[in-house]
């Protein structure tokens, strides 16, 4: 049995896809489309809330559910999924954790979890998981630019905030709202069969996306430290040259030890990663609006080895140098 848990301020399209997904599957095994080797019982659903009565949707429509989300009938038959809820900011996500509802469901998840379910969330619902304990010492994603302040708040959880959808034992996440249709995915790849998976990925026209980089804002980077933000600005203004961190540490007058920690509790990430973000904002923009060659691009943001760059670009925008132009020169692109 797959449970859909929606909270109140559930993002109805990202439960809607999930309620999708999972009748797809259940309509092609039925057909005879696609054979697996588990019960296709495995693929009923339901859609509950943590008290049995209708929530709102983040865009304040009423939902209705099948009943109250209840421990008793959890084990190693099934699969619970939590769509995210509303929360763009930290402060909204703060209100989130603290509410009694949110609270009381991480509580079960967890119990549910040491029964042998599987629990899967995305997008700022995997902030309950991590609140509850679940993700402790395990590998996990989050929404991309939630991904500095999760960090911050479960230092012990591995993140992985460039990964579309994480694997870990009894646990799966996944990144923004959309990348909820990739976390049904690899939920009906695990309880039914990966051949099923991708078959239902074609009958929706779901691409594969195995990364959030490309669809990061890499402005987004902008903070509020002070220190951060003149690090930021000092490697803009030096984008043309390798930097290190002691040199960072020094225009900004505090100890490497301190810059990296103020950079980890705002953004998430290393100096080193810092830097490379700020290159990488740079190149794009040039790929955008130059026809400057990928290795003229590269010596421009200080990389003398075009291959080297070519890797971290792909590593942070989540596309090649050549794929980033591309986009960009699309119709699709500018309109």
Not at 1 to 30: N, P, Q, Y
Not at 41 to 69: E, H, N
Not at 168 to 192: K, Y
Request: glycine share 6%; hydrophobic share 45%.
């Amino acid at each position: 049995m797959i449970t859909h848990l929606a909270l109140e301020g559930v993002a109805e399209s990202s439960l809607g896809v999930g309620i999708d997904v999972v009748g797809s599957a259940s309509r092609l095994v039925d057909g005879g489309l696609v054979s697996t080797p588990k019960r296709s019982s495995a693929l009923r659903q339901r859609v509950v809330s943590v008290d049995g009565r209708p929530v709102r949707s983040g865009a304040g429509r009423q939902i209705a559910v099948d009943g109250a989300l209840s421990l008793r009938p959890l084990g190693p038959a099934d699969v619970v999924v939590m769509p995210g809820i509303f929360a763009a900011t930290e402060r909204s996500i703060a209100r989130a954790l603290a509410r009694a509802d949110v609270a009381r469901c991480g509580e079960i998840l967890a119990r549910g979890a040491a029964r042998g379910a599987l629990v899967a969330a995305s997008c700022s619902a995997t902030f309950v998981l991590a609140a509850a304990g679940l993700l402790d010492g395990q590998p996990a994603t989050t929404t991309w630019w939630l991904a500095p302040e999760f960090a911050r708040r479960f230092p012990s959880v591995v993140l992985e905030s460039d990964r579309m959808v994480v694997e870990a034992d009894h646990v799966l996440t996944a990144g923004s709202a959309f990348a909820h249709a990739d976390l049904m995915l690899a939920v009906i790849a695990r309880i039914a069969s990966s051949s099923l998976a991708q078959l239902v990925a074609r009958y929706l026209v779901i691409d594969d996306r195995p990364s959030q980089s490309r669809y990061m804002v890499l402005e987004h980077l902008r903070v509020s430290d002070p220190a951060v933000q003149a690090v930021e600005k000092f490697a803009s203004d030096h984008v043309d040259r390798q930097i290190s961190v002691e040199e960072l540490a020094r225009a900004v007058a505090v100890s490497p030890r301190t810059l990296a920690r103020r950079i980890h509790a705002t953004l998430g990430m290393t100096p080193h990663e810092l830097v490379q973000r700020v290159r990488v904002r740079h190149a794009a923009n040039l790929l955008e609006t130059t026809h400057a060659s990928v290795e003229e691009v590269a010596a421009r943001v200080g990389y003398a080895d075009a291959a080297a760059f070519r890797r971290v670009f792909r590593r942070y925008a989540g596309e090649s140098p050549r794929g980033r132009r591309a986009r960009a020169a699309s119709p699709d692109a500018r309109a």
